[in-house]
């Protein structure tokens, strides 16, 4: 109010009525604050050196020329005449168009023009309709701090993968070099330990509870490391929602006090997020990308917990330079994700909007969250006493501790699947996967009601089975 007055005496503008001199200054005061909290943010912003974190070989990657013509010759104009293509002719080939029906009778149709383009080689970073309104996912999603200033880090790119895996190999391929430390917190998904064991990197566990990473344990951690040791770990992987196969989602506060610890020791964050959309309350917590102010996080998303998971559509989201090694590594691997799947589910997404969209989402939810309480009642009623579980935040999984067995894949192996039963073992999870446990991960995806309601019985009767 002071300022305001100070203001007002300033423009002279006694004259004016009294409210809107307020608004006025109000009005002023209020972009001068934003203004001031940019230009104080964007000193404080971090200059990456990416370099630093890039193996030999992702360094060396460079654009295949002929790979760049073809993008040019995909935007360019029916009237030119190209000889320059290797490209096949798509007339020889034998599908016309398709109509494909969605479950709430609408038709997702792909026209004779659509379909010679979803037959036809595409651009490695994605087929461009599906790109973009991947990419006004995220910016609505999580409004990454990166897309509005940090332009020295290059801003918020996404590239289409084949599923989120494709997108996770190809982010520790750019990243992994033998010897190098990397964090994760353990029990994690088998998918991601299966990646990087081949990698030869050291594997540094970090400490959570039943709220996922614990920050000071990870500070403890890093503290074997001096600020600047080029062998600090290189990223921390961790899956926020939903985590595959504990269930356990991490907290907002922790994930602030985790971003601010790769900030200090100069880490990124490898954010596997493919149940994202499974949270089974709202808000939606906010995401290490949403607090990504350095250019950081790379995050991993997945269509198929809730589109497909055949038509293998996932993407990586992160700061352009980075997406670019990614980008340049499909241009050799895959040479780009199904363009025909890219389509099918572009036409789906566009017709859908961002709000038919999010309303799919809410009833893919609805189930997964009925499911899981039958799961946790069955649980319940049967296990009470001999075994331990927590409820799942989100995802499929309910993570259980059985008391008085020590290695469950055993338990599984001469039990419960001659009782026509099956559930994962926890050893699957560990980093050291010979190690026994006591874990099970009980997935409540597909089983019915009834049939979930069974499978606690057959670990009822588990107990009796524990080694002597
Ligand atoms: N990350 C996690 C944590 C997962 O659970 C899975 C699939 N089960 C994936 C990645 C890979 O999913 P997709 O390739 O189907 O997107």
């Not at 929602?241 to 610890?261: C, D, F, H, Q, V």
């Not at 330079?321 to 499909?330: A, D, F, S, T």
């Amino acid at each position: 109010t002071l300022l305001q007055r100070r203001f007002s005496m300033l423009l002279r503008v006694k004259k004016l009525d009294d409210y809107y001199v307020h608004v006025v200054v109000g009005v002023i005061y209020k972009i001068s604050i934003q203004c001031f909290i940019l230009v104080v943010d964007s000193l404080l912003v971090v200059q990456m050196n990416y370099s630093r974190f890039l193996t030999s070989v992702s360094a060396a990657r460079e654009t295949s020329p002929i790979r760049a013509l073809t993008a040019i010759m995909l935007k360019s104009p029916p009237s030119l005449i190209s000889l320059a293509g290797g490209v096949p002719n798509v007339n020889t080939f034998p599908f016309k168009k398709a109509s494909i029906t969605v479950n709430d009778g609408s038709v997702v149709e792909i026209g004779e023009d659509l379909m010679r383009t979803a037959l036809q080689y595409s651009s490695s970073q994605g087929y461009p309709a599906l790109l973009s309104w991947l990419t006004d996912l995220q910016k609505s999603c999580h409004n990454p701090p990166t897309l509005n200033y940090s332009p020295e880090n290059g801003k918020m790119d996404v590239c289409v993968t084949a599923g989120s895996q494709e997108g996770l190999s190809k982010v520790f391929d750019m990243l992994i070099s033998p010897g190098d430390n990397i964090l994760l917190d353990e029990p994690t998904y088998a998918g991601t330990l299966a990646a990087l064991r081949p990698l030869r990197c050291n594997i540094v566990k970090v400490p959570a509870d039943n709220h996922g990473i614990i920050p000071q344990s990870l500070k403890d951690i890093l503290s074997r490391w001096t600020p600047g040791d080029p062998k600090t770990p290189k990223f921390l992987y961790t899956i926020p929602n939903g985590g595959n196969p504990t269930g356990i989602s991490l907290s907002t506060e922790r994930k602030e006090a985790i971003y601010k610890i790769a900030r200090e020791y100069d880490f990124l964050i490898i954010e596997d997020d493919p149940y994202y959309f499974l949270q089974f309350t709202k808000p939606w917590a906010p995401t290490f990308l949403s607090m990504d102010v350095d250019g950081r996080v790379i995050r991993t998303d997945s269509m198929s917990k809730i589109l497909s998971s055949g038509l293998r559509i996932g993407f990586v989201t992160g700061p352009q330079p980075l997406i670019e090694r990614i980008v340049l590594h499909v241009q050799t691997s895959t040479l780009h994700t199904s363009t025909f799947t890219q389509v099918m589910t572009s036409q789906l997404l566009h017709q859908w909007g961002l709000e038919g969209f999010l309303q799919h989402v809410d009833r893919v939810v609805d189930f997964y969250r009925s499911q899981r309480d039958v799961m946790l009642s069955s649980a319940e009623k049967w296990l009470t006493g001999l075994a331990e579980w927590q409820c799942p935040a989100a995802g499929m999984f309910l993570w259980m501790k059985i008391n008085g067995i020590s290695d469950t894949e055993k338990m599984i192996m001469e039990k419960a699947f001659k009782k026509e039963v099956l559930f994962a073992p926890g050893n699957g999870f560990l980093i050291d996967k010979s190690k026994p446990c006591p874990y099970v991960r009980a997935s409540f995806s597909s089983s019915s009601p009834e049939q979930i309601d069974q499978l606690p019985c057959e670990l009822k009767s588990a107990p009796k089975l524990a080694p002597k």
